[in-house]
């Protein structure tokens, strides 16, 4: 697998040597998921930071009466993890899973303090990923908590426009927080058409 997207991506944020590259492709895994497959399941610790090189997955947990709550969307260039299991190796209370066949680098935590110590750069890369973490998730907490589910749905569409062609009628419906059958409501109201 290819680690070009990768540093591409890093490359943004910090400037790496190609020591520095060779030695972080050198703690990395590559792994593929097919549809459907699961990447964290509820109760598994994480132990790895994942970066999605081709595929899309989904980060849901499930209520007591088991219905699904999606929290996000990693697709192309995103990562994935459960953060709070990461960092404080516990149970996980998400689940991670591919909604497409998906392709992935992975590091693990102790790679990641390894990293940390031999290209101390990489520290400044992962806070400045922790920060937008936190700050989109703060921000989907306010909307949820101020914003009309036709405010959330439109809003959602302009920054993942890819969004209706890649995930299912009854996923974005999840991730708004409401029924499968009020956001077809409310997209014919819209005027959108159903993709599924």
Not at 4 to 15: D, K, P, Q, T
Not at 26 to 55: A, P, Q, T
Not at 106 to 133: G, M, W
Not at 138 to 147: D, F, G, P, V
Request: some cysteine; glycine content about 4%; charged content about 30%.
């Amino acid at each position: 697998m290819s680690f070009e997207l990768l540093i591409s991506s890093i490359s943004r944020h910090i400037a790496l040597t190609k020591e520095e590259i060779d030695f972080f492709t050198s703690l990395l895994k590559s792994k593929s998921l097919e549809n459907g497959e699961f990447l964290l399941r509820e109760g598994d610790v994480c132990k790895y930071e994942s970066f999605v090189v081709k595929g899309c997955l989904k980060t849901y947990y499930l209520d007591e009466n088991g219905t699904e709550h999606i929290i996000d969307f990693s697709i192309e260039e995103w990562w994935a993890d459960d953060l709070y299991s990461l960092l404080t190796q516990t149970p996980s209370k998400s689940n991670i899973k591919a909604i497409e066949d998906t392709d992935i680098l992975q590091i693990s935590k102790t790679d990641l303090e390894l990293l940390y110590q031999k290209v101390p750069r990489f520290e400044r890369f992962f806070r400045i990923l922790f920060q937008n973490a936190y700050i989109t998730q703060r921000e989907q907490i306010n909307l949820a908590l101020s914003a009309s589910a036709e405010e959330r749905y439109l809003l959602f569409v302009k920054k993942k426009p890819y969004a209706e062609k890649r995930f299912s009628q009854k996923d974005i419906a999840s991730y708004l927080g409401v029924t499968p059958q009020f956001f077809s409501t409310l997209k014919k109201k819209l005027g959108r058409v159903n993709v599924d």
